[in-house]
C-alpha cells in the first residue's frame, strides 16, 4: 500500500545528500534575487521606491514569463541541469550588477548614472535565470519521494525558501554591517556591491559541489527508480512525452489552472508583505518612531526564516496525516488566517510590535501555502514527468501576482502607506474561494499503487 511506503536507511541516506545541497543552492538563489530590496534600503534617495518597485516587477514578470520556456525545457533536460544553468547565469549577473555599482558610486555624482535602465535590464536577466531554480527542485524531488511523503517535502519546500530568505535579508544586512563592507566605500560610504558579489561567489561553490553530487533520479545513485503515485503513475517510467502532449495535459487540468490562480494571489501577498515591510519599518526609524521598528527591521529575515519553518512543517503535516495528502483543506485555513490578518493590517499600521506580530502570523501562513501548493501540488498533479512544466506555471502565476503587487505598490506607498493593506486583502479572499474548489482534489494515481 502506499500508505506505508518504506525506504531503506541507505536510501534516506542519498536522497538527503541529494535534497540538502540542492536545497541550499535554492537558498542562495533566493538570496541573489532578493538582494535588491537590501540594496534598495542601502542606496537610500538613489533607488525610490517607486523605481525599486518598476526594477523588481519587471523583474518578477520576466521571471514569469521565462517558466513557458524553461519548465519543458527541464523536464526534457532534467533538474541537474537545470539548477546548474540558474546557478551559473544567477552568480554572473549579481557579479555584473555589484560590479555596476561599484563603477556608478565611484564616479563624482552616482545620482547622474542611469541606475534605474541598467538594472532592469540585468536584473531582468538575473531573474531569467532564477526561474530554472523552482522548476529543477521540483523536477528532481518528484523522482525521489513518493506522493504520501511529500507533505514533508513541503516542510522540506518551506525550509528553502525561508532559509534564502534570511540569506537575502539578515545576512545580506550583516554583510553591509561588517567591516568589510562597512565605511569601505567610495569617500567613507558603504561597499554595497558585496550584497551582489556574495551570492555570487556562494552560488559558484554550489555549481561545483552540484556538478559531482546531485543525482537526477535515485537509479543515477545506486538506487532503484520506484512509481511515486503521482498522475504520472502506472506510465513507463523512461518513456518521454511530448512536449505539447504534456502541455496539454497540464493547461487542460481544472486542477492545476485552479490552483495558477491561488498562487497568483500568493506572490502578491507573499512579496505584497516580505518586501514592503521592511522598507516601511525603515521610514518609520528615519521618522524617529520608536515602537519595535528597528528590532523588527533588524531580525525580518531570521522572522521569516522561523515563519516559513513553521508554515512549511505544518501545512504539509496537517496535509499528509489529517487530510491524506489532499493539499486544499491545509492550504485554504492558511488563507483563512491571511484574510483575517490583511483586516488586521489597516489598524495596526501605527505601531510596530502589533503589525510586526501580524506581518509574521502572515508570513507563516503565506509560506506554507506556496511551499504545499507551488512545491509540492504541483508534483502531485503533474507527476514526474510534468513537474517542471507545472511548477513553472504555477509559479510563473505566482510572480506574475508579484509584478502586480510591485509595480502597484511602489505606486500606492509613495502616494500613502495606508492603501498598503487594502490593496492585499481582496486577493487573500479570491484565494480562499478558489481553494473550496479543490477542498478533497488529489492526484488519480496516488490511491492504488
Known amino acids: 500500500m502506499a500508505e506505508f511506503i518504506q525506504h531503506s536507511k541507505a536510501y534516506k541516506t542519498r536522497r538527503f545528500l541529494n535534497w540538502f545541497p540542492l536545497g541550499l543552492t535554492y537558498a542562495l538563489l ?32 520576466v521571471y514569469a514569463f521565462s ?41 563624482p555624482n552616482p545620482a547622474d548614472q542611469p541606475l534605474l535602465g541598467v538594472f532592469i535590464v540585468m536584473y531582468a536577466i538575473n531573474m531569467y535565470f532564477q526561474s530554472y531554480g523552482a522548476v529543477s527542485i521540483v523536477k528532481v524531488n518528484a523522482n525521489w519521494f513518493h506522493v504520501n511523503e511529500r507533505g514533508t517535502f513541503s516542510g522540506i519546500f518551506g525550509i528553502m ?47 561545483v559541489i552540484e556538478t559531482f553530487l546531485l543525482k537526477d533520479q535515485p537509479g543515477q545513485a545506486g538506487h532503484e527508480d520506484f512509481d511515486t503515485g503521482d498522475a504520472s503513475s502506472g506510465e513507463d517510467m523512461n518513456a518521454r512525452i511530448p512536449t505539447l502532449v504534456l502541455l496539454k495535459r497540464i493547461l487542460t487540468n481544472p486542477i492545476i489552472l485552479i490552483i495558477a490562480g491561488i498562487e497568483f494571489c500568493t506572490g502578491i501577498l507573499r512579496n505584497g508583505v516580505m518586501h514592503w515591510f521592511p522598507i516601511y519599518a ?14 523588527m527591521l533588524n531580525h525580518w529575515g531570521l522572522l521569516l526564516m522561523i515563519a516559513g519553518i513553521i508554515g512549511g512543517n505544518v501545512a504539509g503535516i496537517v496535509s499528509d496525516k489529517l487530510f491524506q495528502s489532499r493539499r486544499g483543506p491545509s492550504a485554504g485555513f492558511l488563507y483563512g488566517i491571511l484574510g483575517v490578518s490583511t483586516l488586521i493590517m489597516i489598524f495596526a499600521l501605527a505601531n510596530g510590535w ?15 501555502t506556496h511551499g504545499l501548493l507551488s512545491g509540492t501540488a504541483t508534483m502531485d498533479f503533474g507527476g514526474r514527468k510534468g513537474a517542471a512544466t507545472t511548477v513553472g506555471i504555477i509559479d510563473g502565476f505566482v510572480y506574475l501576482g508579484t509584478g502586480v503587487q510591485s509595480i502597484s505598490l511602489g505606486f500606492i506607498t509613495s502616494k500613502d502607506w495606508s492603501y498598503w493593506p487594502i490593496f492585499l486583502f481582496p486577493f487573500s479572499v479570491i484565494g480562499f474561494l478558489l481553494l473550496l474548489k479543490i477542498w478533497n482534489a488529489k492526484p488519480k494515481g496516488a490511491g492504488g499503487h
Not at 40 to 52: C, V
Not at 282 to 295: M, N, S, T
Not at 354 to 368: D, P, Q, W
Request: proline letters at 2%.
Open 282 to 295: 525603515k521610514e518609520q526609524v528615519a521618522a524617529g518612531l520608536d515602537g519595535g521598528w528597528q528590532f
Open 354 to 368: 502589533i503589525l510586526g506580530a501580524i506581518v509574521f502570523i502572515m508570513s507563516v501562513a503565506v509560506i506554507g
Open 161 to 207: 525558501i525561508s532559509t534564502g530568505i534570511f540569506l537575502a535579508f539578515d545576512v545580506s544586512g550583516m554583510i553591509l554591517a561588517s567591516p568589510l563592507v562597512e565605511g569601505m566605500g567610495f569617500n567613507g560610504g558603504n561597499a554595497i556591491w558585496w550584497v551582489f558579489f556574495s551570492p555570487a561567489v556562494l552560488l559558484s561553490i554550489m555549481f
Open 30 to 61: 533566493y538570496m541573489g534575487r532578493y538582494n535588491l530590496t537590501v540594496s534598495k534600503n542601502a542606496l537610500g534617495d538613489l533607488m525610490t521606491k517607486a523605481e525599486f518597485g518598476e526594477i523588481f516587477g519587471i523583474g518578477a514578470v
Open 67 to 107: 517558466f513557458l520556456v524553461n519548465g519543458p525545457l527541464v523536464d526534457r533536460i532534467g533538474g541537474k541541469k537545470g539548477i546548474l544553468i540558474g546557478a551559473a547565469g544567477s552568480a554572473v549577473m549579481n557579479l555584473l550588477m555589484g560590479g555596476y555599482l561599484y563603477y556608478i558610486l565611484g564616479t
